[in-house]
């Protein structure tokens, strides 16, 4: 029986425990789920951002590879439409967004080098994405067919064929806070996809537009 | 009157015509000589990744990441060309047939895809038959002389230690040359030395020049 009490207290007990939690969970909830339940409220929430700096981590997943190959940088964003995607680690490279112009620079034996390879523009493309992304316009481009999922998750998947042979699909996740992503998946097929984690992220602090500008 | 004539004639003909440098056995050749030529070639399978900058007329220049991926005893190469933010641009398997599974403009381009491979095995494949001779090039550095389906290829000492490949047209025009130094990175101890730096100054038909520094190096299986 004193067993059988103490069970009943402790069952007793708990469920406020359980009450105050689930409280807790619905408000955390609210609160995170909030600004990323509707497209409305991710654009408003990005209203608030004049500009995020975060670093990040970039894993190239490739069937021919046994292990993803890893890269360092920061990203840079200066609303409305500057943005600096800078590479630490394995060659130290920029690419500069501003006003619609697009350059990259490559530091070879400590002198910055402006690059023009075939990459360019392809990158263009994805640079322009990502300015819209930073100002939580996801569903904007026609090109996909955007999707909101519960978790603050988003999917595009290519409307077009032509551009599903290049992308599968980009599935980002929002951050907790109001206006950050907090992870980038780039799918090109089944095996083949690159990840990129932000972390460190400051937003709306102050930046220098010189980090916007070239270096040659 | 008509040998003044004929003057401009033998000129453009004495021109046009190319020679290979001589190859001699004289002089003091290293006994290793023939073994060094080829052991600048991967033997065992790998997994690499480069950073490519690329020159080309014009001054313009491009930086990419190439990833290979060797198997020399099947003489199979994979590869693929990324940006540096991780596009892949191209990606093409050649098991002696070349099949391309990704191809991005302007990489589409079949001439372009073609050629990357024969650089890819320039660098990487030992020539399939023996040395034709080997011995002293005219600047002195000893040297082996393989002959190919489609020209010559000559591979040179150099004092440094750096070995340099020159590759030969049918009509023995350089059209390649290729300044490989090797090296052992991290997490290989015991494994041979992989190519960790590469300069490749194409002539003909296109001119371009490939600098490749390796950022990893993955033996596909682990030597026993």
């Not at chain 1, 969970?25 to 609160?31: M, N, P, S």
């Not at chain 1, 840079?76 to 439409?81: G, K, N």
């Not at chain 2, 020539?127 to 002389?145: F, H, I, K, Q, Y």
Request: charged share 25%.
């Amino acid at each position: 029986m004193a067993s059988v009490r103490h069970d009943r207290r402790r069952a007793r007990r708990p469920s406020k425990v359980r009450c105050v939690g689930h409280t807790a969970l619905v408000a955390f909830v609210l609160i995170t789920a909030g600004w990323s339940s509707s497209w409305d409220s991710i654009r408003a929430a990005a209203r608030d951002i004049q500009s995020i700096q975060a670093a990040f981590t970039q894993e190239k997943h490739l069937q021919i590879l046994a292990r993803p190959l890893q890269s360092h940088g920061r990203l840079i964003f200066a609303a409305p439409d500057r943005l600096r995607w800078e590479y630490q680690s394995p060659l130290p490279s920029v690419l500069l967004m501003d006003e619609g112009r697009i350059q990259r620079f490559v530091k070879t034996d400590d002198t910055w080098t402006e690059d023009a390879s075939a990459a360019l523009p392809a990158m263009s493309f994805v640079m322009q994405e990502i300015g819209r992304w930073m100002n939580g316009r996801f569903d904007e481009n026609p090109d996909f067919d955007a999707r909101l999922e519960s978790g603050g998750k988003i999917v595009l998947p290519p409307r077009q064929a032509a551009l599903a042979t290049v992308i599968q699909k980009i599935v980002l996740q929002l951050a907790e806070t109001p206006g950050v992503i907090d992870s980038v998946n780039v799918y090109e097929d089944d095996h083949n996809f690159t990840r990129l984690h932000f972390k460190e992220v400051a937003v709306n602090q102050p930046i220098d537009p010189a980090l916007f500008q070239h270096h040659s | 009157m008509s040998r003044v004539r004929l003057l401009p004639l033998i000129v453009l003909m004495l021109m046009s015509c190319h020679s290979l440098p001589a190859i001699t056995p004289n002089g003091k050749i290293p006994t290793d000589i023939e073994a060094a030529c080829a052991v600048i070639f991967p033997r065992q399978a790998w997994r690499m990744v480069h950073t490519i900058k690329t020159d080309f007329p014009g001054g313009r220049k491009g930086v990419m990441l190439g990833v290979v991926s060797l198997v020399p005893d099947e003489n199979t190469v994979e590869c693929a060309l990324l940006s540096i933010e991780g596009l892949r641009l191209f990606e093409a398997h050649d098991d002696g047939t070349l099949t391309i599974r990704r191809a991005l403009p302007p990489f589409e381009r079949p001439a372009l895809a073609n050629g990357m491979m024969q650089d890819i095995r320039l660098i990487f494949f030992r020539p399939e038959a023996p040395p034709l001779t080997s011995g002293m090039m005219p600047s002195g550095e000893p040297g082996c002389r393989y002959a190919l389906a489609d020209g010559i290829q000559d591979i040179v000492r150099k004092p440094s230690g750096e070995m340099v490949i020159h590759r030969y047209d049918e009509k023995n025009r350089l059209i390649r040359r290729v300044g490989i130094t090797r090296c052992h990175p991290d997490g290989t101890a015991g494994q041979e030395a992989v190519p960790c730096r590469i300069l490749l100054e194409a002539f003909h038909p296109a001119s371009y020049q490939l600098e490749l520094d390796l950022v990893e190096a993955r033996p596909t299986v682990d030597s026993p």
